[in-house]
């Protein structure tokens, strides 16, 4: 079982930076791959960031590659995403989530999530 717990959102302007941050709960934390998705309103809950056990590879959506980097922390039970160069199409809430396949995109493929939270890019 894991517990997932986000925070680090909120207003920021068009071209701004936030960093968003995970804590994880459970003794197997670490054997879980980790990612980052987000949903606007009215949208479908998309794919941004994956990141595997031991937080050497990533991947990206295409929409946020260059800008976003995922990364996290075993010792700490930690999740993070750099987000710069923020756009106002990135506004949506974020989701942290843990899963047991590296690679995954959807999701449904995940099987643990965070309640999310809002992040919010002014023009």
């Known amino acids: 079982q894991v517990q997932l717990v986000e925070s680090g959102g909120g207003l920021v302007q068009a071209g701004g930076s936030l960093r968003l941050s995970c804590a994880a709960s459970g003794r197997t934390f670490s054997s879980y791959v980790t990612g980052w998705f987000r949903q606007a309103p009215g949208e479908e809950r998309e794919f941004v960031a994956g990141i595997s056990r031991n937080g050497g590879n990533t991947y990206y959506a295409g929409s946020v590659k260059g800008r976003f980097t995922a990364s996290r922390d075993n010792v700490k039970n930690a999740v993070y995403l750099q987000m710069n160069s923020l756009k106002h199409e990135d506004k949506a809430v974020y989701y942290c989530?843990?899963?047991?396949?590296?690679?995954?995109?959807?999701?449904?493929?995940?099987?643990?999530w965070g309640q999310g939270t809002q992040v919010t890019v002014s023009s």
């Open positions: 989530a843990a899963g047991r396949f590296y690679g995954l995109t959807q999701w449904k493929q995940y099987e643990y």
